[in-house]
């Protein structure tokens, strides 16, 4: 069974950092992509960070500079550093993996239940 | 950045109606459409890939169509549990990016 597992959230200042954690089970983080999405309270979706199989790695402006995707093989687990946190990084951050087969490229097919970051003084 | 425009932003509709949701990119993104659904409080689930492709598990009441810039998401009959909030998302370039959804409310 494929399970998504963040953690890692909390209330943080302006200004500092966090770095949150996505525990994967029943694949191989090493293997395939995986990206982070976020989520403003009462708002839609946005994309974050995307890490290739091949170590490649792509941000989203709002995250350029500041935000860092990893993994570490050994645990089967997908990081998100996040440095020089601002009140507009408030949001739910969920883990997904990333679709890389013809018919489901770059498509979001299994997600964690989400870890909320809250940058408040 | 490619813009995906949905509408409407907010429907109202009955058990059993026929419901459809229009999502526009900004520029042509050939198939690369993906729809999902998210209920309060919880992650969004993947409906559609591809455009058109139902993932495993999805009702068959579930369709999408289209390609190049305009895009529907189709509910041939509407369930209980389908009174949700609908994302599309291209996948063409990144960054990828999503409409700003549509919710379906009784």
């Known amino acids: 069974e494929v399970q998504l597992v963040e953690s890692g959230g909390g209330l943080i200042q302006p200004g500092g950092s966090l770095r949150l954690s996505c525990v994967v089970s029943g694949f191989t983080v090493s293997s395939t992509y995986m990206s982070w999405v976020r989520q403003a309270p009462g708002k839609g979706l946005e994309w974050v960070s995307v890490l290739y199989d091949g170590g490649s790695t792509y941000y989203a402006d709002s995250a350029k500079g500041r935000f860092t995707i990893s993994r570490d093989n050994s645990r089967n687990t997908v990081y998100l550093q996040m440095n020089s946190l601002r009140a507009e990084d408030t949001a739910v951050y969920f883990c997904?993996?990333?679709?890389?087969?013809?018919?489901?490229?770059?498509?979001?097919?299994?997600w964690g239940q989400g870890t909320l970051v809250t940058v408040s003084s | 950045d490619i813009q995906m425009t949905q509408s409407p932003s907010s429907l109202s509709a009955s058990v059993g109606d026929r419901v459809t949701i229009t999502c526009r990119a900004s520029?042509?993104?050939?198939?690369?459409l993906n729809w999902y659904q998210q209920k309060p409080g919880k992650a969004p689930k993947l409906l559609i890939s591809g455009a058109s492709s139902l993932q495993s598990g999805v009702p068959s009441g579930f369709s999408g169509s289209g390609s190049g810039t305009d895009f529907t998401l189709t509910i041939s009959s509407l369930q209980p549990e389908d009174f949700a909030t609908y994302y599309c998302?291209?996948?063409?370039?990144?960054?990828?990016?999503f409409g700003q959804g549509t919710k379906v409310e009784i």
């Open positions: 997904a993996r990333v679709g890389a087969q013809s018919r489901n490229w770059g498509s979001f097919d299994f």
């Open positions: 998302q291209q996948s063409y370039s990144t960054p990828w990016t």
């Open positions: 520029q042509s993104i050939s198939s690369y």
